[in-house]
């Protein structure tokens, strides 16, 4: 069985990698969507994965792909090793892996900072929280 610490520590063997939209590709290029992917696959867990979108998603793509692949969680009970999706605009276009609370610290390929990072949720993450998620076997 999986652990969330499993998770965690995958996710963070992610860090510095270069942002690359649509990147999938550990140490080489990886977009915020391509960490939860890479850890699933590292890991063995379900994580639908996706190719051919855009920055910016419409028509909600981006949230079925979600619900398509990951169990929504209410915030309150979001663990190290969950998600969190994020809007930027008017919907979801962004996915982190939460690696500790208290406080809340995420790990995402952000393409502000050019590379996947780890970082507070801070007051303006927290004002972009759209959604909370798990990996279906950690349910």
Request: with cysteine.
């Given at each position: ?17 270069p942002f690359h ?20 696959q590292a ?97």
């Amino acid at each position: 069985m999986i652990t969330r610490e499993q998770i965690v520590a995958e996710a963070r063997t992610w860090l510095e990698t270069p942002f690359h939209h649509q990147g999938r590709r550990k140490g080489i290029g990886v977009d915020c969507g391509g960490v939860p992917v890479g850890v699933a696959q590292a890991l063995g867990l379900t994580y639908a994965d996706s190719s051919g979108y855009s920055r910016i998603p419409s028509g909600g793509k981006f949230r079925a792909l979600l619900l398509e692949s990951l169990i929504p969680i209410k915030r309150e009970e979001v663990l190290p090793g969950d998600m969190m999706s994020f809007a930027f605009v008017t919907e979801e276009q962004h996915i982190a892996i939460v690696s500790q609370l208290d406080p809340v610290r995420i790990i995402h390929a952000w393409e502000d900072i050019g590379k996947c990072v780890e970082n507070d949720l801070d007051h303006v993450w927290e004002k972009r929280l759209r959604g909370c998620w798990r990996y279906k076997e950690m349910v």
